[in-house]
């Protein structure tokens, strides 16, 4: 295993940890679609959560690349 196996399955995690923490959409009606609420800004720890978990899938994303390139 090279090291961009490591990166993907520990960012895999964090990835998993994240988007369970964030609260949006709680209702499974929400997560299918029928939320029908309209939230536009984002503040505070949910900015921050939602900017992390969008690096974390950039990392993700390259890693799985790179590790069969390499």
């Known amino acids: 295993m090279n090291i961009f196996n490591y990166i993907t ?3 895999m995690f964090l ?14 009606g ?3 679609g029928g939320g ?3 939230n536009t800004v984002r503040r505070g720890s949910d900015k921050t ?4 978990t ?3 899938v950039v990392i ?3 890693s ?3 590790g069969i390139i390499v």
Not at 15 to 28: E, K
């Open 54 to 56: 969008v690096a974390l």
């Open 64 to 66: 799985i690349v790179l």
């Open 30 to 32: 929400a997560g299918l």
């Open 9 to 11: 399955i520990g960012s």
């Open 15 to 28: 990835l998993t940890l994240l988007i369970l923490i964030q609260t949006r959409g709680a209702s499974l």
């Open 36 to 38: 029908g609420e309209v």
């Open 49 to 52: 959560l939602h900017q992390i």
């Open 60 to 62: 993700f994303g390259l």
